[in-house]
């Protein structure tokens, strides 16, 4: 299993959540978060913002997906054609396991599934 921490622009936010419904990934966590890329933030005039809003998009993924769901939300996030600076990043993690809170089930990395004993 993957962890896709996608980085994206407020404003593109609701064309990815589309994006991923399409193609077959409904599970999404949407954090508010705030940072500086490379651009070390946008200097208007005599103001410079080091902390630019974005949001970051966590979504659980299977590893054969993982190419599938990064070009799916490439593309919805992309500014334009070509893309422009401040448009993200997506982190690709492994996830070891997996837990359901309401069941009580454990899903390893191998797609192995037991009950966990409470």
């Known amino acids: 299993m993957i962890m896709l921490r996608s980085i994206v622009r407020p404003e593109k936010v609701d ?3 589309a994006a991923l419904m399409e193609a077959g990934f409904p599970g ?8 500086r890329g490379k651009q070390r933030g946008i200097k208007i ?3 410079t913002y080091d902390e630019i809003p974005k949001e970051m998009l966590l979504t659980l993924i299977k590893d054969k ?8 939300i490439i593309k919805a996030a992309r500014t334009g ?3 422009a600076y401040g448009d993200g990043k997506i982190f690709a993690v492994p996830v070891e396991e997996v837990y359901t809170i309401s069941s009580g089930i454990k ?12």
């Open 15 to 17: 064309a990815v959540l």
């Open 28 to 35: 999404v966590t949407k954090l508010s978060v705030v940072g």
């Open 45 to 47: 005039g005599e103001i």
């Open 65 to 72: 997906d993982k190419d599938f769901a990064i070009k799916t």
């Open 81 to 83: 054609e070509k893309g």
């Open 107 to 118: 899903e390893d990395a191998g797609g192995n599934i037991e009950e966990v004993k409470i």
